[in-house]
């Protein structure tokens, strides 16, 4: 199939990138926006989709919890809502109202339209929580960030930043896991953070300010933005990280504490997990952000990066609470206030009134598509480049990416015809960028991988088309390997092409390309579960214990642990933060196919997920689906006593615990009969 090229085509998200901001300096700089991250009582919070079911829902919670929300936007509209005004715009909102932090509650395919008003308005914190915002929409909204230095993004795909001390939620945390204390958290992952959460309060320690970086592949605040934050926050005295595979943020926070800890006397103590540890190469788990590009590290170096600048390690975020008490000692200064000491003093359920989703978190899907490499090879004999299937030992590799860390396109070379993260190097460019030839990044790259002079404007040819194929198909990654011919000419031996889902599934973008799939030739369990809203990813090797889990983080960090008690997992499968008793059974359908599963490990975190419908799900699934495999069950978080009595009264082969070592050690015990 061929896909055509229109000239200068890009995108049509609305975004205005050429639009100038006149107030922002020369000199802006988008760091100076640091100090918009501590938020507290006095915080004056925005909504951007005001008047939708569950900003409402979201407002009314926040309120209660004493956050103070001046009103909210819906577009041409004036009004009150919750007793609240409605403004037609965010400029009117701003000018009225000068709220310090906006709270972006629309889908994903409109996400970076509010982020840009937000922007224009001079907002000095936007929280965007969306799921599925196009790579290609926040690529242009942090084109527009670094030329500024009054407004300070916090995500996507996050459930937001929250001050414990000063009752200010801007997100969609679940609220009774909090208490006012003394542990700063930063965490790409929501359920991982949730647990991270609820194990300090456990403790009896609680949170100061947790911010979260979110699990997209680019972040507006990234954790070395919020270890910065945390080391001069009077109220943190001790700070936890919560990572996983995708991009080098992880390493830039280990080389920041490695220097935090040289220059400081007296440092706060610093815990981390990183999950992924077990993630197949190549595969993207679950979150938008979690897969390795070109040249990246894997999960394990960023585990070990973090523990050799002196972060304290642990394989399960269940451990951070005790963990951190000890190193803090046993006496630690917070506030207590009546509603902390109530908090600490759950010691299993974490109880809500009520289940909280987020408008703009749709059903999971399948974030990527990567093309067959003959169809790559089509579109690179389109934009009139060589191509051969005759691979040379002195092959280069050539990749057009995402740097994660200037939040910009990358140009990803290596002198061999592997990326060996040891021979990678990235060279970034703006995203506005549109030629590059003449360019002294061409003969950056050049130099790198050894290419001769002569080579130089063949070399900016294809890196021009490579451009151009991934701003105007909207790809994540466009991988090729490339090997000279006659007269200083470039050929591309292998294609590896990777588009970004969420333009087509909730921006209705690209369809040309995405008509290329072939579910004919994928795995059919994770077709089925695709269909039925769920991420799942097949396990290579023994695979005796399969995994259900609400949260790709905690999915993740489930099939680690696990592995790490001495199980073999043979999968990974993340339920949503939504699970219901439908997505549970139909997961369960999906897990018995496989003939390796001997066990079924249940771990849910009930934290936007109510644990009694998780039981309902189990218990409809042994009764339909004529279950034969023993299950163990850990359910912690809201309605976690209730659901373990709903097991326990079933009569079913059931096992149900709260604590995760022990029920890891049972399912391993079963897998293994």
């Keep these: 199939m061929s896909l055509h090229f229109l000239p200068r085509r890009v995108p049509q998200s609305g975004l205005s990138l050429t639009r100038c901001f006149s107030t922002s300096p020369r000199n802006a700089n988008y760091a100076d926006t640091l100090p918009n ?31 103070k929300i001046v009103g909210g936007v819906k577009p041409g509209v004036e009004g009150e809502h919750l007793g609240l005004p409605i403004f037609p715009s965010v400029k009117a909102a701003q000018e009225k109202a000068k709220p310090d932090a906006s709270a972006i509650y629309v889908p994903g395919n409109q996400t970076a339209q509010a982020i840009e008003e937000a922007i224009e308005a001079e907002i000095p914190l936007v929280v965007a929580v969306a799921e599925h915002v196009p790579i290609h929409d926040i690529l242009r909204i942090h084109s527009m960030l670094q030329t500024q230095s009054k407004t300070r993004l916090v995500g996507a795909n996050c459930p937001g930043i929250i001050s414990a001390i000063g009752k200010c939620r801007i997100g969609f945390q679940p609220l009774p896991c909090f208490s006012p204390g003394n542990v700063g958290i930063v965490a790409k992952s929501g359920t991982l953070s949730y647990e991270t959460v609820a194990s300090t309060t456990r403790a009896g320690l609680g949170q100061s300010l947790c911010i979260s970086m979110g699990g997209d592949v680019l972040a507006g605040t990234n954790f070395v933005d919020a270890l910065k934050i945390f080391e001069h926050d009077t109220d943190t005295e001790g700070i936890i990280l919560v990572g996983e595979i995708g991009g080098t943020a992880e390493m830039d926070a280990a080389e920041w504490i490695k220097d935090y800890r040289r220059r400081t006397a007296n440092p706060k103590p610093i815990m981390a997990l990183v999950g992924g540890l077990e993630a197949p190469h190549g595969r993207i788990m679950g979150h938008a952000g979690a ?38 000692g046993s006496t630690v200064s917070r506030p207590r206030t009546q509603a902390s000491i109530e908090s600490a003093s759950q010691k299993r359920g974490l109880h809500t009134m009520r289940r909280f989703n987020p408008a703009s978190r749709p059903a999971q899907q399948k974030r990527s598509l990567y093309i067959k490499q003959f169809q790559a090879f089509d579109i690179l004999k389109e934009m009139a480049i060589p191509v051969s299937e005759q ?24 002198p061999s015809a592997e990326f060996d993260p040891a021979q990678s190097r990235k060279f970034p460019f703006k995203y506005t960028q549109t030629n590059f030839q003449n360019e002294s990044l061409i003969s950056d790259v050049a130099s790198h991988v050894g290419l001769p002079a002569s080579s130089h404007g063949t070399l900016a040819g ?58 004919a030739e994928e795995v059919p369990e994770e077709v089925e579960a695709e269909r039925d809203g769920i991420v799942y990813v097949k ?49 369960f359908r999906i897990i ?27 218990i409809l699934a042994f009764r339909d689906l004529d279950m034969q495999v023993p299950v163990v069950v850990r359910l912690r978080g809201t309605n976690e006593e209730l659901g373990q009595k709903m097991i326990a009264e079933s009569g079913l082969p059931l096992h149900a615990f709260d604590g995760f070592e022990e029920a890891a050690k049972k399912v391993i015990a079963l897998a293994r009969k």
């Design 462 to 519: 294809l890196v021009q088309a490579l451009w151009r194929i991934f701003k105007e198909k909207e790809a994540f990654v466009l991988e090729t390997r490339v090997g000279s011919i006659a007269d200083g000419k470039l050929e591309v031996h292998g294609a590896r092409f990777g588009f970004d889902d969420a333009a087509f599934r909730s921006s209705g973008r690209q369809q040309e390309v995405h008509s290329l799939r072939n579910t």
């Design 37 to 67: 991250l501590k938020i507290g009582a006095h915080t004056k919070v925005l909504f951007q989709g005001f008047t939708g079911r569950q900003a409402t829902a979201n407002v009314k919670e926040s309120l209660e919890w004493g956050t």
């Design 592 to 618: 018995c196919s496989d003939s390796r599963v001997n066990a079924i490990f249940v771990n849910i975190f009930g934290g936007l997920t109510r644990c009694d419908m998780i039981a309902e799900g189990i």
């Design 539 to 587: 396990l290579e090797g023994e695979g005796s214990v399969g995994t259900l889990v609400n949260g790709a983080g905690l999915a993740m960090n489930t099939v680690d642990a696990l592995t790490f008690h001495g199980g073999h997992c043979a999968n990974f499968l993340d339920t949503g933060g939504k699970a219901t008793s439908e997505t549970v059974k139909s997961s």
């Design 291 to 328: 897969w390795a590009a070109p040249g990246e590290p894997d999960a394990q170096a960023k585990y070990q990066a973090l523990e050799r600048a002196g972060a304290v390690m642990v394989n399960h975020p269940e451990k951070f609470g005790e963990g951190m008490r000890s190193l803090l």
């Design 391 to 414: 691979a040379q030992s002195s092959d280069i590799s050539i990749s057009i990416s995402i740097d994660r860390s200037t939040l910009s396109p990358c140009i990803v070379a290596s």
